[in-house]
């Protein structure tokens, strides 16, 4: 039962920003919404993670919605670099337990064009 | 500080070989996890591990597969009497607290004849 709903795919302008999108309508209170990304076929990048505040880093911003039923991942000046499967998924913060794994879904395949 | 790191990064077997994969998760990181992507398809969860403990394994084929994260060493994923199915790249990656942060190495790739 998938947790996130994504595009499969976007296209961005090189130095444009990427606003990737992801629906979670039925995130617990407990759980927060973690971004990856997959360069072609390297291992999976952890690229940010929030509960219900704004959050930003050296490498995105992440903004949830008040209801926190979405969020969208930004990339302000997106490079070809940025060219990866974006992932989108919630779990609760707590320490791994049996059955709360990492799962990851089809994600958004973004390609950044010059 | 060297991340997660996997060996060998390819790996080719012929049908009823035994492939044994390694993981040696980032310094100060007790959590291990093996994912497994199919050419083409997602990251699938495979097992978690802590040292000398397996935590979850709900995503391991019940037959010929099996891993371990010693005290000391690194964590082995060992695939019995392969078939091309198991023709994939696995994924190791580890975390410091079992939180959802995870590291990832650039995986192992094998390739099943």
């Known amino acids: 039962d998938a947790k996130t709903t994504q595009p499969p795919s976007m296209d961005c302008a090189e130095g444009r920003a990427a606003n990737l999108p992801c629906n979670h309508s039925?995130?617990?209170?407990?759980?927060?919404v973690y971004w990856y990304r997959q360069i072609h076929s390297q291992g999976p990048q952890y690229i940010i993670h929030g509960l219900k505040n704004n959050e930003t880093n050296e490498m995105a911003s992440l903004i949830i919605t008040e209801d926190r039923k979405s969020s969208t991942l930004i990339l302000p000046h997106a490079t070809l670099r940025d060219t990866a499967v974006y992932y989108c998924?919630?779990?609760?913060?707590?320490?791994?337990?049996?059955?709360?794994?990492?799962?990851f879904g089809g994600g958004t395949r973004l390609m950044v064009k010059p | 500080n060297a991340g997660v790191m996997q060996n060998p990064r390819h790996l080719v077997r012929r049908r009823g070989q035994e492939a044994r994969l390694r993981c040696s998760p980032m310094?100060?990181?007790?959590?291990v996890y093996w994912y497994r992507q199919l050419p083409e398809e997602g990251l699938k969860f495979m097992v978690y591990?802590?040292?000398?403990?397996?935590?979850?394994e709900s995503g391991m084929p019940k037959e010929r597969f099996s891993a371990e994260f010693p005290k000391e060493g690194p964590s082995i994923l060992r695939i019995q009497q392969v078939v091309r199915g198991d023709s994939a790249a696995y994924f190791c990656?580890?975390?410091?607290?079992?939180?959802?942060?995870?590291?990832f190495g650039e995986g192992s790739r094998l390739t099943v004849l």
């Open positions: 039925t995130i617990s209170g407990n759980e927060y």
């Open positions: 591990l802590q040292k000398e403990n397996i935590i979850d």
């Open positions: 310094k100060g990181h007790s959590h």
């Open positions: 998924i919630v779990r609760p913060f707590a320490p791994n337990n049996a059955g709360n794994m990492l799962t």
């Open positions: 990656a580890s975390s410091r607290q079992g939180t959802g942060e995870l590291f």
